[in-house]
């Protein structure tokens, strides 16, 4: 009897030991990934390469898969990640995805093909699915903080989770946004079909809502540090929260302002038709953009600022300038003269006014565009300018042009001679003076031309005759561009 008993615990003993022996033992599951984009990515992430087998065990426990931009059309395979928590498959050729794991809590699958999406895990906390062909999206779970569904043909939004912090969903087909979640603290809905807000959470910090067809505002949240509401249909604007930063109104139909917080940072009120700005100016402020409206005065400027346009009003002086200010645009208003300039500043724009003169130009002037005014000379020009603008002026001859300069416009003038000894010009335009041959513009080697898609225009037939009058449309658009182009690159710069 007890042989027989040593002989059944020896059976069961070795019956586990294969039981344990067999659960451990890996699976392949190479042929599980049917694009071969998908596969290559996946040898490259655990390390191995073909024709090495991949086995369960190789991506069950995988972190992050990230096969961004990896040409993936299909996602077949990916079922074997079982406590994936992170995807990225974003800039891929995707038009489905399959379902996903359980355990997903991030998920990135922007700029794809597709038109669906499928359930999403109940843990899942980011989603960013932007620049796909989505019409709808499924339930959002309880757990979601981030949504980011902009450029899709979204026509609605399903419920928001009350866990929810930013939603961004421009560039869409919506015309209403469902409830707003109290948690919600940036919401970007700009470039859509609104024709109203809901009410807008206490912990907002950031609006933008821009580019709709909004006709009124809802009353604005205490915690609002950013607003962006420009391009829609708004006569007016509510009360401003004192926490305010930054607020761009522009492009509506705005008469007046709201008083201005003591916060506020940064101020875009452009092409409305407001005749004067609330007094005082916030003392914080630093940029100023109030051009193509109706103004006639400007006040007190705020020793902060550093920057202000406010070009395409009826201005017939400006105010003292702040010694902080680097950039000012006021072109085409009335203006006679310019206050003193501030020592910074490194752009100034006065075309289309009425001066006959500029006093002084501060050193650090990198831009200077006084064109079409009644300028009978330019004043000495810094060692540091890199573009002068000053033709459709009465200019007889030009100040020393310093070593810096690349871009030169002096056309319609009655410039005799031109001395470009030394300089390294990217573009010379001076038609249109008294100068009756090529000779006259001393120390050019460049090749001359004579359309205005020409780096170097000189043409003969347009030298030593009255200037021509208006400008057309196209040439007025074409300045605008340049001179909207040189400030994107002076500031990055």
């Given at each position: 009897?007890?042989k027989?008993?040593?002989?059944?615990?020896?059976?069961?003993?070795?019956?586990?030991?294969?039981?344990?022996?067999?659960?451990?033992?890996?699976?392949?599951?190479?042929?599980?990934?049917?694009?071969?984009?998908?596969?290559a990515?996946?040898?490259?992430?655990?390390?191995?390469?073909?024709p090495?087998?991949?086995?369960?065990?190789?991506?069950?426990?995988?972190?992050?898969?990230?096969?961004?931009?990896?040409?993936?059309?299909n996602?077949?395979?990916?079922e074997?990640?079982?406590?994936?928590?992170?995807?990225?498959c974003?800039?891929?050729?995707?038009?489905?995805?399959?379902?996903?794991?359980?355990s997903?809590q991030?998920?990135?699958?922007?700029n794809?093909?597709?038109?669906?999406?499928?359930?999403?895990?109940?843990?899942?906390?980011?989603?960013?699915?932007?620049?796909?062909?989505?019409t709808?999206?499924?339930a959002?779970?309880?757990?979601?903080?981030?949504?980011?569904?902009?450029?899709?043909?979204?026509?609605?939004?399903?419920?928001?989770?009350?866990?929810?912090?930013?939603?961004?969903?421009?560039?869409?087909?919506?015309s209403?946004?469902?409830?707003?979640?109290?948690?919600?603290?940036?919401?970007?809905?700009?470039?859509?079909?609104?024709?109203?807000?809901?009410?807008?959470?206490s912990?907002?910090k950031?609006?933008?809502?821009?580019?709709n067809?909004?006709?009124?505002?809802?009353?604005?949240?205490?915690?609002l540090?950013?607003?962006?509401?420009?391009?829609?249909?708004l006569?007016?604007?509510?009360?401003?929260?004192?926490?305010?930063?930054?607020?761009s109104?522009?492009?509506?139909?705005?008469?007046?302002?709201?008083?201005?917080?003591?916060s506020?940072?940064?101020?875009?009120?452009?092409?409305?038709?407001?005749?004067?700005l609330?007094?005082?100016?916030?003392?914080?402020?630093?940029?100023?953009?109030?051009?193509?409206?109706?103004?006639?005065?400007?006040?007190?400027?705020p020793?902060?600022l550093?920057?202000?346009a406010?070009?395409?009003?009826?201005?017939?002086?400006?105010?003292?300038?702040?010694?902080?200010?680097?950039?000012?645009?006021?072109?085409?208003?009335?203006?006679?003269?310019?206050p003193?300039?501030?020592?910074?500043?490194?752009?100034?724009?006065?075309?289309?006014?009425?001066?006959?003169?500029?006093?002084?130009?501060?050193?650090?002037?990198?831009?200077?565009?006084?064109?079409?005014?009644?300028?009978?000379?330019?004043?000495?020009?810094?060692?540091?300018?890199e573009?002068?603008?000053?033709h459709g002026?009465?200019?007889?001859?030009?100040?020393?042009?310093?070593?810096?300069?690349?871009e030169?416009?002096?056309?319609?003038?009655?410039?005799?001679?031109?001395?470009?000894?030394g300089?390294?010009?990217?573009?010379?335009?001076c038609q249109?003076n008294?100068?009756?041959?090529?000779?006259?513009?001393i120390?050019f080697?460049?090749?001359?031309?004579?359309?205005?898609?020409d780096?170097?225009?000189?043409?003969?037939?347009n030298?030593?005759?009255?200037?021509?009058?208006?400008?057309?449309?196209?040439a007025?658009?074409?300045?605008?561009?340049?001179?909207w182009?040189l400030?994107?690159?002076?500031?990055?710069?």
């Amino acid at each position: 009897m007890k042989k027989v008993l040593s002989v059944v615990l020896a059976a069961l003993v070795l019956m586990g030991v294969f039981a344990v022996g067999a659960s451990a033992v890996s699976v392949d599951i190479t042929a599980d990934f049917t694009d071969l984009n998908f596969r290559a990515a996946v040898y490259e992430l655990i390390g191995k390469t073909e024709p090495a087998p991949i086995y369960d065990t190789d991506v069950a426990n995988i972190d992050v898969l990230d096969v961004y931009d990896k040409g993936i059309k299909n996602f077949a395979g990916l079922e074997h990640f079982k406590s994936l928590p992170a995807l990225s498959c974003s800039d891929s050729q995707l038009t489905s995805l399959p379902t996903l794991p359980s355990s997903l809590q991030q998920l990135w699958c922007e700029n794809n093909q597709l038109t669906s999406l499928p359930m999403l895990p109940s843990g899942l906390r980011e989603l960013y699915c932007s620049e796909n062909q989505l019409t709808s999206l499924p339930a959002l779970p309880s757990s979601l903080e981030i949504l980011a569904c902009s450029d899709n043909q979204l026509s609605s939004l399903p419920s928001l989770p009350t866990s929810l912090e930013t939603l961004s969903c421009t560039f869409n087909q919506l015309s209403s946004l469902p409830l707003l979640p109290s948690s919600l603290k940036r919401l970007d809905c700009f470039n859509n079909r609104l024709t109203s807000l809901p009410a807008l959470p206490s912990s907002l910090k950031w609006l933008a809502c821009s580019n709709n067809q909004l006709l009124s505002l809802p009353v604005l949240p205490p915690s609002l540090e950013y607003l962006g509401c420009g391009f829609t249909q708004l006569t007016s604007l509510p009360a401003l929260p004192s926490s305010l930063i930054s607020l761009s109104c522009w492009n509506n139909q705005l008469t007046s302002l709201p008083v201005l917080p003591s916060s506020l940072e940064s101020l875009s009120c452009t092409d409305n038709t407001l005749a004067d700005l609330p007094a005082p100016l916030p003392s914080r402020l630093i940029t100023l953009y109030c051009g193509f409206n109706q103004l006639s005065s400007l006040p007190t400027l705020p020793s902060s600022l550093k920057e202000l346009a406010c070009d395409y009003n009826q201005l017939t002086s400006l105010p003292v300038l702040p010694s902080s200010l680097e950039y000012l645009l006021c072109d085409n208003n009335q203006l006679a003269t310019l206050p003193e300039m501030s020592p910074g500043l490194t752009s100034l724009s006065c075309n289309n006014n009425k001066l006959a003169s500029l006093s002084a130009v501060p050193s650090s002037l990198r831009s200077l565009s006084c064109s079409k005014n009644q300028i009978t000379s330019l004043p000495a020009l810094p060692s540091s300018l890199e573009y002068l603008g000053c033709h459709g002026n009465q200019l007889t001859s030009l100040p020393a042009l310093p070593s810096s300069l690349k871009e030169l416009y002096c056309e319609n003038n009655q410039l005799t001679t031109i001395d470009v000894t030394g300089l390294s010009l990217d573009r010379l335009w001076c038609q249109y003076n008294n100068m009756p041959n090529k000779s006259a513009v001393i120390g050019f080697t460049g090749t001359w031309g004579t359309s205005i898609s020409d780096a170097y225009v000189f043409d003969p037939q347009n030298n030593t005759i009255p200037p021509p009058t208006e400008p057309s449309f196209f040439a007025k658009l074409w300045s605008f561009i340049l001179k909207w182009f040189l400030f994107g690159w002076l500031w990055m710069k």
